[in-house]
């Protein structure tokens, strides 16, 4: 899974993964089938999906999607997903959504979009105090290369500016 940048963490049942080939599609599908089954033999119940970085997804691609990938995730023992998608994203969030849309009778798991994955993260793990380790963790083993929501205007997670006595 070349173009996913992934972390795992087995106390939160949590797989965070983003996409972090800017401009090629060259690997979409193998990717995604590389993630399902990576997914699927650690049997997670928490999935933050970052994709702010995937290019426009083509038609094709999209109804690979539907017809393979989607059925595949549904056979998943996932109770929250998260997908991180900056307002930028106007394309691939109306892919998403048109997805969801087309399998919704059957999504068993809560789906959440968020802008940035701090947000994404706190929301899916409910604020657990792990949360700046994981954060910490992340930025060291995927950094800048893992997320083009950085680049949006938004706020940043200010997790470890502040001390606890106030």
Request: contains cysteine; charged residues 20%; proline residues 8%.
């Amino acid at each position: 899974m070349a173009e996913f940048c992934a972390q795992y963490d087995e106390p939160l049942d949590l797989l965070r993964v983003a996409w972090t080939v800017e401009s090629s599609m060259r690997h979409f599908r193998p990717s995604f089938t590389r993630l399902v089954e990576v997914a699927a033999e650690l049997a997670v119940g928490r999935v933050l999906l970052d994709i702010n970085a995937l290019p426009d997804v083509p038609v094709y691609d999209q109804l690979w999607l539907t017809t393979s990938f989607m059925p595949a995730v549904l056979k998943l023992p996932l109770r929250q997903v998260v997908i991180v998608l900056s307002a930028e994203r106007v394309y691939n969030q109306h892919v998403a959504e048109g997805l969801l849309m087309a399998v919704s009778p059957f999504i068993r798991f809560d789906v959440q979009f968020f802008p940035q994955p701090e947000f994404g993260l706190a929301w899916l793990i409910d604020d657990s105090p792990r949360l700046p380790e994981l954060l910490l963790e992340w930025a060291a083993g995927c950094g800048n290369a893992a997320s083009a929501a950085q680049q949006v205007s938004e706020p940043q997670v200010p997790y470890g500016q502040f001390d606890s006595a106030g």
